[in-house]
């Protein structure tokens, strides 16, 4: 059998919170989130972002939040500042667009955005004469860690939450792998930052251990009113809301979340001290879970037999660079033994 | 604590269906629906469906399969004829609007709409010499069972695409307690009928015993190209598909879909039974999971203090008309509890 | 020839606008409504509004300002009451749900819904327990005159802004028609009632007789912001606006607006009055420019060889309810060949 | 008073298209493009394309054509192609994600793509194993003239030809300033090519000497069933349709398209010689009608007083191009003038 590195979606969800899933299966509460285990995960996960007057909503997946903040979050004439590397920009196909807003794509550095660019960006759009004509900037789009597995330092972030003070837009983090960047040494955002510094970001769960979920966090309760119903206009409202409920709880109740993270980190850490002894260059320095090194086109297929692992780019003509991930599901024996292969 | 009568989705999954997420949660799979156990399930549901040339999609939600099918299947120009009680119509927050088209509502007749009515809207609509300026009916929605708990009969159906032939429509059915539906005593219509009769339907698992997921049956392979990408745009592509994969697979692998829906309808059957003897009268003649009495507003506060059930409209000044819900997961003790409070 | 009434765009336009156009044909202006023209025509429009702190839009056709008004001014989750007559449910090809938004139809009467129904449906809503999962309404849409050409009482219209006051809702007139409104005998509301009583409400100028182009006025300034952006983005800004400015300032420099209207109501009352005479019923009792009687399906035939009139709705199995305009372009001449020819 | 060279939309229409619409005012016709001047126009055009079995569409502005012509002819998982240059990527507020498609941009040069990106980029899609969550190339968006002024020659449109054969993609071009292009000495594609070469494209009218209106061309017939419902449907349909029916009738009754360019475009080149010989360097070389030049900032305030025209792009600190645009309504004084001047 394949040793299983192509994404962080490949197992169910973390023994924990199937137990969970288990003990609560057959009690009867309501429905679409009006639960007591939804009351319970939404308030554990507001005290985590030190937030008191906020609102969490708990969505399915990760496209699907982007495209219901995002749509409800903007006016019908703003669009959305993103990295062109952002999962909003490339992989959503369109769903940003088919919701009546345009992606207003920057050029990314490592995966990242600065607030420089966007201040530049929006500095010439306001200078535009014709900037009615032109779609307005309203929101700006980030992931924590990025699709390059880089990370926002609290500093690039507070500059770019200045920007968007200075020209009235939202700060919206897309945490699909939130976990594994607050796990990572090299980062110094916390929860309580992110609570700080956006108006609205989500919590990963689908990558970071549960089945599936995403828990949306709004800064200001009421920014966006009868979000609930803009849900359900999506098609984004679970009907038993409870299984998010419970899983979040799980997840909020006494730290799961920053564990499962650590140890898939330290797994991480690892490999990525493991592939260097053995000489290989990571193509992008990312500190999370994603591990990116270039390998030799020949090499790879003779890999490919023996490891599941993701394309990212070609580098050159005989070069590719391909990623690595490990999730809250790798275990330490699978570390070694992609190790041994390599 | 009440008994809970009030929907068909207050709690987990059925026991077996939890096994099967159980056994399988710490394999690796492929992802968005790729994995062998997705598969699997289509496989066994368009056997079931007697299609041969088909296609099946998991998704997670009701609202959210709605929203997809009637946006992919219909041509921009066009809008969608369902009953005015229609889900639809009514429960869905704009869903179908905020996606493009207009829902063309008829009066229902019991919930449903019949072959009559639809004949006569559309000679209507070509007789008009404005149509061009009009909404074009592209496709026809019925819920089976509907709303009301009531069915179309094998007769009705064939009628019904008689006129979706003439006049080139899309026949799709919503299956959200299609279960429910098949194990009714008075339904004549199988699954091979619904493959045969429909261009599209969904075979409903939130209300019929999975955690989550509706299966969409599609009869005739690329009716719509890259149906895939339509899901995800729509966010509705579950990252760990295979989620719906085990679940649907161990519901159509040796029967389940049906005994556990037997079960419930020969519940249902005993409460209704036991109303009578209680001299309750039906307020809708529904043969399937729901139960509609018409009840005192005096009764109504004290009933509602021991049981959980919901309220569905007010028949006059002094008298309400109540719902019951049978569902997988009510026992027979409970219908003994509830026939005894009444 | 034909006698043409069957509406009220068959001709190009009014003498006086046309030679408003030839005057200025080489002076050259500005772009988009930037022009003087334009700000002539808005300042003149506000103050035959009587509306110190409002805001003027010109574009260029009915459903196009209709479809701009609704998606603008609604919220996603919301929807627009209307009539099920209203031109925004029957004639506008779903421009509407385009848009993203439902038509929340009540039943007409005469082409007009009451404050009563509105209050009742709006009353209805809040007190569903599910009204979370529902459109909620957002918008209130009247056409002066209606489709069938009757008028709203200022009675009427003070008692529907009520219930707009009470539930949060915009109140929007389509106005079409309205110059023929203004001039009839039996209107009580005049443009300073519109300014003081709606949020929103179109001047139409096509049907009234410019080449074409219809006056948006919106009650109180940035009501919604960058509407202009807005149009622009809904292909509804005319690049040489300063042809829409020429026009409306033409018609509300001295009274020309009225003045064509006062006349085309003086012949429509002649013709009402000579179809009295020979014995005709009207099908609908209208005070404006549309006349709506009923025939024998036999004659039908033989009136269609000699006048263009419009086919309304089959009355019963051998009468057709049918209509004739009469326009600004309509002559005296005109009125007597028909009468003659009836 | 200023000289007016900031835009080929500050006059109001060429004076024989004035005297046609004069002449026809007062005749009645049918509405919505059915009169026969809009059949004489539509026939007239097809001829000139070469077209046989084609579609004419007469709209009224250039954003809305762009945003009907692709929001009808995609598919909802499709998206455009076109220059980050391109009307439609930068200057019409989202009006095509407005309508739920992405804007692929590539890099421009000299605002045109060639062939072999679109190649490279279409080729690169589809090797992408992702392509699946990704929006699909279905049209190309060409500007003939770009929004440079720069040329598209035969050849390299008939290497875009090719490719959008090879990868199944329309080929649509915005011709809003198309007559110019016809013109210029170095174009070498005729009306003929263009009805040859693409599937869909505009024959600009608004900046080429109507009052307005824009004039699709669909090489075949129900290429898109119902367009017409789909332009009503974006408040796109003009009630007197007959207005542009004229105004496209008289310009292609007897050559006056061709005329009127032809004039604009020796203005523009003598602009040219003249600007060369007092030693300005053409900022963007272009053979239109729209001339770019390079100036010092201390001199462009001094000509601001005395010429209306462009701002284009800031050169460099101290330095900014600037754009004259010679049109229809240009005058051998004005450009003598305007010579004077600089």
């Avoid at 903007?74 to 920009?89: F, M, Q, R």
Wanted: with cysteine; proline share 2%; glycine share 8%.
């Amino acid at each position: 059998m394949t040793l299983a590195f192509a994404s962080d979606y490949q197992e169910g969800c973390h023994p924990e919170i199937l137990e969970a899933l288990n003990k609560t299966n057959s009690e009867k509460t309501e429905g679409y989130g009006t639960d007591s285990y939804s009351a319970l995960a939404k308030a554990k996960i507001l005290e985590a972002c030190g937030i008191s007057n906020g609102e969490v909503y708990l969505l399915v997946g990760g496209t699907q939040t982007n495209e219901v903040v995002i749509s409800s979050f903007l006016k019908p004439y703003e669009g959305v500042i993103a990295a062109d590397t952002g999962h909003i920009s490339t992989h959503e196909a369109g769903a940003i667009e088919h919701g009546g807003h345009k992606v207003l794509t920057l050029k990314h550095e490592d995966g990242k955005i600065s607030a420089e660019r966007i201040e530049a960006y929006c500095a010439d759009f306001y200078a535009d004469g014709n900037h009615e004509h032109m779609v307005h900037p309203g929101m700006i789009y980030l992931s924590q860690p990025t699709e390059y597995g880089t990370l926002y330092s609290l500093k690039e972030l507070e500059a770019i939450r200045e920007v968007c003070d200075k020209y009235d837009l939202y700060l919206y983090i897309d945490g699909a792998r939130l976990a594994y960047a607050l796990a990572s040494k090299e980062n110094d955002v916390s929860l309580k930052d992110l609570g700080r510094l956006t108006d609205v970001f989500y919590i990963g769960g689908t990558k970071c251990g549960t089945l599936f979920g995403e828990a949306l966090v709004v800064r200001k309760k009421d920014t966006i009113p009868h979000l609930f119903t803009l849900i359900k206009q999506h098609g984004a409202l679970l009907a038993k809301g409870r299984i998010l409920g419970v899983q979040f709880y799980k997840m909020f109740e006494d730290g799961l979340y920053e564990r499962i993270a650590k140890e898939a980190i330290r797994l991480a850490d690892r490999l990525r001290h493991g592939l260097e002894e053995k000489g290989y260059e990571q193509a992008i320095i990312a500190p999370t879970n994603q591990i990116f090194i270039s390998i030799d086109d020949k090499d790879m297929a003779d890999l490919a037999s023996k490891v599941n692992f993701s394309f990212w780019e070609k580098k050159d003509a005989t070069h590719t660079v391909i990623r690595f991930v490990v999730s809250w599901s790798t275990s330490e024996d699978e570390v070694d033994a992609l190790l041994e292969i390599l």
